[in-house]
């Protein structure tokens, strides 16, 4: 099967198979060729206990950004060793970091919505579109009600920004569903979860979220612009 054909085929299929039966079904049609991004998330974790709990031949891999939280990465090290599965780790290079921090300053992604997201290119975009690299299929943990940006998001999808089809296996998971669902596996999940950080990205952009807030209040909450780094951009 080829890249964008017959995705809506695939689509209808998906939709009568659980998360963990389209995973196997998108690994078994592209042999070698899929990949899923983990930013260590709830839904990320859990899409981590499917791979491994149905021994799925799905590459994972993450984006360590130089900015994250210790509590992601410990958790990082966590979800290893409890999986046995490997994560392969991306990093920024140091010559795009270096001229950024010198032409905006250390924390100088405060200061507009520019200079943060060309901070998030060169700490995200840039080490994803290395890490996607030669696969067809980009697993992620999006879910529709996460926010209005992704609630007219497909299962399966075209990515355009990455030249590669997208697949959203949590896509109609609720927020409760997917809490019910980590407490009954016991995954393993960061703690900031517990003290109200519900969409957790590097620690300057990420604070606690008050209550009625929406999910991605949190990320970049001193802009007023869509609450997205590039990663998913539509």
């Known amino acids: 099967m ?28 592209f042999p070698g060729k899929v990949t899923f991004s983990t930013s260590l998330g709830q839904e990320d974790q859990v899409i981590t206990q499917l791979i491994a709990s149905g021994n799925i031949p799905v ?6 950004t130089g900015r994250l939280f210790s509590e992601t990465l410990d958790l990082l090290s966590r979800t290893e060793a409890k999986y046995k599965q490997i994560i392969k780790v991306y990093y920024p290079t140091t010559d795009s ?9 250390i924390n ?12 998030c290119f060169v700490r995200k975009v840039e080490p ?42 949590l896509l109609d998971w609720t927020f409760d569903q997917m809490l019910a669902f980590i407490d009954e596996k016991n995954i ?38 869509k609450k997205e780094c590039g990663l998913h951009a539509r």
């Not at 507009?112 to 901070?119: I, Q």
């Not at 690299?133 to 075209?158: F, H, P, Y």
Request: hydrophobic content about 35%; charged content about 30%; some cysteine.
């Open 2 to 29: 080829t890249q964008r054909k017959n995705l809506h085929e695939l689509e209808a299929q998906l939709e009568q198979l659980s998360a963990q039966e389209g995973l196997a079904l998108i690994a078994d049609l």
């Open 128 to 169: 994803l579109r290395r890490a996607l690299a030669g696969n067809e299929i980009w697993i992620t943990g999006l879910r529709a009600e996460q926010s209005a940006n992704r609630s007219d998001m497909k299962r399966i999808e075209w990515d355009e920004a990455n030249q590669i089809i997208k697949y959203n296996p």
């Open 97 to 105: 970091v270096e001229k950024l921090v010198s032409d905006i300053g």
């Open 59 to 64: 590459k994972i891999f993450s984006l360590d």
């Open 188 to 225: 393993p999940y960061n703690p900031l979860h517990d003290k109200g950080f519900i969409s957790i990205g590097c620690a300057p952009c990420t604070r606690a979220i008050m209550e009625g807030e929406d999910a991605r209040a949190g990320r970049w909450w001193w802009e007023d612009s």
């Open 108 to 119: 100088g992604f405060y200061d507009s919505v520019e200079n943060r997201k060309s901070c």
